[in-house]
């Protein structure tokens, strides 16, 4: 929020501090689309004593909400518009010579805010796991637990390239502005031709980068004010979404299904890159009431409170979920038929308690996600990257394989070679430690 205000300063103060120049929407969206999936997780958990299932597999028709509530491309439209302004802030302030430094400097800023208080959440999970499975647990909604905490950490891994790539990426869009987003985007296309019409094996991951790379593109765009008419925009990518669902291979949801041959989701389909399209427009009209909202001096003290523990709480809110649903079987309260009348009489109750553990939790692990200052001049970027990529590929395996059968030697398909959990714990920890180390 600014160099002079000290790091123990209170939300009003931080708040006041804001300079003027700040794009305050920016804060808002990015805080409404993480409170969102939060919200979307929680409500979309079918537990059952036999299990965790999808509420939109129970009732497809409510599928059709993914296309608003499917909010993560608005977070990474907004990753791309804070890392344009972030590495240009570097650039300017930088010492004479290289601008390797710079990248060091730019990511250790960039990640760590992400990577110490996701290394905390791997740390206490992974000695939780081994604790539980060493004394002979691990079935039932326990396992279910040891499986599932560990998705939403794909988000991370993707967010880590998205980060690693700005510095590249950003001198493409400098150079052919519009051109390079539709660089990536026609990349996209080309990799869904050759996964549906050719059947060729595992090029679809590549739109793990593509897709979500593309949308990162946007927020450069938007950075330099080059959204100049995000209506048609949003028009063109809901028309174009639709199309696909409608002629095409891709499914309905834009989120995962358990179940089905094909996501839009994992991997990214074009579909949901136009799905992205039309949610960048929208929020995009939707600026000039937005920004007025923000103004207000309580709503912008929210927003920055919010900020300050999103991470954190994206972290650990299916922690919470889960342990409402587990003191729930406890103390013996019935978990309705998911969907019934009495199933959504309780689901007030329910995101209430999920809220509470959730705050708890922040509480506990919140110290861990304050930012750390960018030192142009410091470090080393080949380390930084190495470091980086090491946190992508573990913190990407580490969602997929899950604690569940850690001492039996559980492993899941990252992208073409199969990693177990303790080998994407290294991973992610390895090259955590390569990027504190690279700032130093």
């Not at 120049?21 to 979309?44: E, Q």
């Not at 990426?169 to 050759?194: C, Q, S």
């Not at 899950?402 to 001492?407: E, K, R, S, T």
Request: with cysteine; glycine share 12%.
């Amino acid at each position: 929020m600014g160099s002079s205000v000290r790091a123990g300063s209170s939300v009003r103060e931080l708040a006041g501090a804001t300079p003027a120049t700040r794009d305050r929407y920016i804060d808002l969206l990015r805080v409404a689309s993480l409170g969102t999936v939060v919200l979307g997780h929680w409500l979309m958990a079918a537990v059952t004593t036999d299990g965790v299932g999808n509420l939109l597999a129970v009732v497809p028709g409510l599928q059709l909400l993914t296309w608003v509530l499917q909010i993560m491309p608005v977070f990474f439209f907004v990753g791309g518009f804070s890392h344009a302004l972030s590495y240009r802030s570097l650039l300017r302030r930088r010492p004479e010579g290289s601008t390797d430094s710079v990248y060091s400097a730019f990511l250790r800023a960039r990640l760590q805010r992400l990577l110490r208080p996701t290394v905390v959440f791997i740390l206490v999970w992974g000695a939780a796991a081994l604790i539980v499975q060493l004394l002979g647990g691990g079935g039932g909604l326990t396992g279910v637990t040891l499986r599932l905490v560990t998705q939403p950490l794909w988000f991370i891994g993707i967010y880590l390239a998205m980060v690693a790539f700005t510095p590249p990426l950003l001198k493409l869009h400098e150079r052919y502005g519009w051109g390079a987003f539709a660089a990536l985007a026609g990349a996209a296309v080309a990799v869904d031709i050759l996964r549906f019409a050719a059947s060729v094996p595992y090029v679809s991951f590549l739109n793990f980068a593509f897709v979500w790379l593309a949308v990162h593109q946007l927020g450069f765009l938007r950075a330099d004010g080059r959204i100049r008419r995000p209506a048609p925009l949003a028009g063109a990518g809901l028309v174009t979404a639709a199309a696909l669902v409608a002629l095409g291979p891709y499914p309905l949801s834009m989120v995962g299904m358990p179940g089905e041959k094909v996501s839009n989701m994992a991997p990214p389909t074009l579909a949901l890159l136009c799905h992205g399209l039309w949610l960048v427009g929208a929020v995009e009209v939707l600026r000039g009431p937005g920004a007025r909202l923000v103004a207000r001096p309580r709503v912008w003290r929210t927003v920055v409170a919010a900020n300050g523990m999103a991470m954190t709480a994206f972290l650990w809110h299916l922690t919470a979920m889960l342990g409402v649903y587990g003191a729930m079987l406890a103390l013996g309260v019935p978990l309705p038929e998911p969907a019934s009348g009495a199933w959504w009489a309780q689901v007030p109750l329910r995101l209430a308690a999920a809220v509470v553990v959730t705050a708890g939790l922040v509480a506990v692990f919140r110290t861990f996600e304050r930012p750390v200052s960018a030192v142009p001049g410091k470090g080393s970027g080949p380390v930084s990257a190495l470091g980086a990529t090491l946190c992508l590929l573990g913190v990407l395996g580490l969602s997929m394989v899950g604690f569940g059968g850690l001492l039996e030697g559980h492993t899941a398909l990252l992208i073409a070679v199969r990693v177990s959990a303790p080998a994407a714990v290294a991973m992610a920890l390895g090259g955590w430690l390569l990027v504190e180390r690279a700032g130093r």
